[in-house]
Antibody, heavy 118, light 108 residues
């Protein structure tokens, strides 16, 4: 079964750090670009970051540049998001998503909740 | 950054009716790299359409996408009870990838 499982979310104070992980199974992880997408409570979807299969190209939304770092370990079938200097407006459900061979994000995890609050 | 504007914000329809959702981009979307997703409460988004008009695996043929350049449309030919949800468009041709704000299709 093709699956993405996120972990690492939780409650954290403003200014602190958190590292999210996404474990992939059921497909050749190293062949595909991967992304993080977040959704604040009651709001729409926001693309956060993505990287190509070999990490050769990486992108971020402006609001997280310099604070978040995306990475992957193809040997471990895992995607990561290191989040530093967290702010209250980073509070959201964070999804990892796989880019489809022909485009779009065809596989999504169930998300991990990040709450930034004092 | 390409801004995607979806309309209407809410669509109130009855089962069996046709739904037409619009997505307008602030600039041309590269290679029609435009996708549509469906999201139900408490669930992750599901890919419906990619490259503007291709249905994803397992998506019923009542869902169709069209458009190019800056104007795109998702059509649901006859609404089934399970189709009432929020729909998002997304462009993935340029970075940052961006989503529209969503259209909620609700039961009238």
């Amino acid at each position: 079964e093709v699956q993405l499982v996120e972990s690492g979310g939780g409650l954290v104070q403003p200014g602190r750090s958190l590292r999210l992980s996404c474990a992939a199974s059921g497909f050749t992880f190293g062949d595909y670009a991967m992304h993080w997408v977040r959704q604040a409570p009651g709001k729409g979807l926001e693309w956060v970051s993505g990287l190509t299969w070999n990490s050769g190209s990486i992108g971020y939304v402006d609001s997280v540049k310099g604070r978040f770092t995306i990475s992957r370990d193809n040997a471990k079938n895992s995607l990561y998001l290191q989040m530093n200097s967290l702010r209250t407006d980073d509070t959201a459900l964070y999804y990892c998503a796989k880019r489809g061979a022909s485009g779009g994000f065809d596989i999504w995890g169930q998300g991990t909740m990040v709450t930034v609050s004092s | 950054e390409i801004v995607l504007t979806q309309s209407p914000g809410t669509l109130s329809l009855s089962p069996g009716e046709r739904a037409t959702l619009s997505c307008r981009a602030s600039q041309s979307v590269s290679s029609s790299y435009l996708a549509w997703y469906q999201q139900k409460p408490g669930q992750a988004p599901r890919l419906l359409i990619y490259v503007a008009s291709s249905r994803a695996t397992g998506i019923p043929d009542r869902f169709s996408g069209s458009g190019s350049g800056t104007d795109f449309t998702l059509t649901i030919s006859r609404l089934e009870p399970e189709d009432f949800a929020v729909y998002y468009c997304q462009q993935y041709g340029d970075s940052p990838r961006t989503f529209g704000q969503g259209t909620k299709v609700e039961i009238k």
